[in-house]
């Protein structure tokens, strides 16, 4: 059985990594059976120094491995002799070559990076800036002046290098550019590699942390369908950022699998068509957001590349993707999985036979039950809150935040979702809604979700939320531009479909935008402060 499997037998993608596991084994000593992520990532980018790592979709620049390494290396070898090996440290990048340098050698070096989005608002940059201390932050140039400034009012004063190649020469200036010597010196798998900050949609963002173990089990899962190794596909393309859990995905398995990255540091819609048509990706992985702009800015020979797209993030309404089917060629695999970062990645990716409504079935590197509120586990065809079990990929905790983890855990040591699922006969599964989001009224459970979605199926609704009042649900409407919609509008749908008790009993605000994360998901915590106080004000 492959290391990384707990349940069935081992696909090609797993076989594949345990041949680079067994011969970085036969370069050890006898009695060290370690290996670290950073060791893999080193190994196999110094194997296939020659390949394409990525291409720069702003600037068309082909980069090779070698040519990350000679950046990467120097920047761990510095940080090392700085001091910061065990360190935490800030990434508040974009995607290019000199973010995916200073990625890499991040972790080649042993510090621990938190990545930070670059749209990051002062509030969330001071939050994590005197939650986690980091001692340096790697940035852009035009960031520099707004972090000084906040910094000048924080406790923790860490020192500022911009990722550019002037600042990143003078940076690893005292240090050998040699890349054929260097080695990697920590290779305990239980250690943490990097840290990323957690939605935020309910309280303040966390910190999740990662470790070299959990990622290397992850490695694998993004071409779970695929046959051909090494390279399952040829150009991958990365739209999402750095504190997204999908980047470090395939920043960490395209090198492994020897697969090119396609990024930009600009993706705006009209960016990234011109690149998809000058560079022609064969796989995508997309937010629903996303998705649903490139269905309807995108052409059929736009996309005509694309063999694989996988969409994540959030469960896609059945029009955009058979909007995005209707775009995309007749024979590619679309199909929306499921993951999260407390998983270190994906828990299910849905083969090229999964309808579109269904996220595939659990893969085979956790033990999984469905269980109702009572924590009893349900048949099949009935709904329960997805517990998981992996002595492989599960969160090592948060940072600072013992009780957020431990909230989060079964009696016995299981992880709550907080996604509610059935599964069919198969084993298929089916996302319902998110447990985690449920409120009271009158002693029912109130879905959030379930609400927003009939709300929502009102024309010119653009975006809705519903959140908890002292007098029942509320709701909070963003309209559609030169659309004229009323809360009788609104209230006759919610009571000609739902039961008595979900009724909007707390009101309707239309407002002209709601809270939302750092991640662009929206905030529920905000969300129910904000619609309170319109509410409130309007009484």
Request: hydrophobic fraction near 40%.
């Amino acid at each position: 059985m492959s290391h990384a499997v707990l349940r069935g037998i081992a696909n090609k993608a797993q076989i594949y990594l345990d041949g680079i596991l067994e011969t970085l084994l036969l370069s050890k000593h006898e009695n060290d059976i370690n290996i670290s992520l950073s060791e893999i990532l080193l190994h196999c980018m110094n194997a296939n120094r020659s390949g394409i790592f990525m291409i720069n979709g702003s600037t068309n620049e082909y980069i090779s491995n070698e040519e990350i390494l000679k950046m990467a290396i120097p920047i761990a070898r510095a940080l090392i002799t700085k001091g910061y090996s065990g360190k935490h440290v800030m990434v508040i990048l974009r995607n290019d070559q000199y973010m995916a340098a200073v990625y890499y050698g991040l972790i080649f070096s042993g510090a621990i990076p938190i990545l930070i989005d670059p749209n990051s608002t002062d509030y969330e940059f001071t939050h994590f800036n005197a939650l986690i201390g980091p001692k340096i932050i790697f940035c852009e140039q035009k960031k520099v002046a707004d972090i000084t400034e906040i910094l000048g009012k924080c406790i923790n004063k860490p020192e500022i290098v911009v990722a550019d190649c002037n600042a990143i020469n003078k940076f690893t200036e005292n240090v050998s550019s040699n890349i054929d010597k260097f080695r990697i010196t920590h290779v305990n798998v239980e250690i943490p590699v990097l840290m990323l900050p957690t939605s935020g949609s309910t309280g303040l963002p966390k910190a999740a942390i990662l470790s070299h173990g959990a990622l290397i089990a992850q490695l694998p899962t993004l071409w779970t369908h695929h046959s051909r190794f090494p390279r399952p596909t040829n150009i991958a393309m990365l739209v999402s950022t750095a504190q997204w859990m999908t980047h470090t995905s395939l920043m960490l398995a395209c090198p492994v699998y020897q697969t090119t990255l396609l990024m930009t540091p600009t993706p705006n819609i009209d960016c990234l068509l011109k690149m998809i048509r000058q560079h022609k990706p064969t796989w995508a992985l997309l937010g629903p957001t996303f998705a649903n702009t490139l269905a309807t800015a995108a052409s059929t020979d736009d996309l005509a590349s694309l063999e694989t797209v996988l969409t994540t993030g959030a469960k896609p309404g059945p029009d955009i993707m058979k909007s995005l089917k209707r775009k995309l060629p007749q024979n590619v695999n679309l199909c929306n999985g499921y993951g999260t970062t407390e998983t270190h990645g994906f828990i299910t990716i849905p083969d090229k036979d999964t309808p579109f409504e269904s996220n595939g079935k659990i893969l085979n590197i956790f033990e999984y039950k469905l269980c109702n509120e009572s924590g009893e586990e349900v048949g099949q065809n009935e709904h329960g809150q997805l517990y998981l079990r992996s002595e492989l990929c599960m969160l090592q905790g948060y940072y600072k935040n013992i009780k957020a983890y431990e909230e989060c855990l079964s009696n016995d040591g299981w992880w709550k979702t907080g996604d509610i699922f059935y599964q069919n006969n198969d084993g298929t599964m089916f996302f319902v809604e998110r447990q985690k989001f449920w409120f009271k009224y009158l002693n029912y459970q109130i879905s959030p979700e379930e609400l927003e979605a009939v709300i929502g199926s009102v024309a010119g609704v653009k975006e809705c939320v519903v959140v908890e009042t002292d007098k029942g649900p509320a709701a909070g409407v963003v309209k559609q531009p030169n659309y004229d919609i009323s809360e009788n509008d609104i209230n006759n749908i919610v009571n000609s479909t739902l039961s008595e008790y979900k009724r909007l009993r707390g009101g309707i605000a239309f407002v002209t935008s709601l809270p939302r994360t750092h991640s662009g998901k929206l905030h529920r915590a905000d969300c129910r402060s904000y619609i309170n106080k319109v509410l409130g004000c309007l009484e």
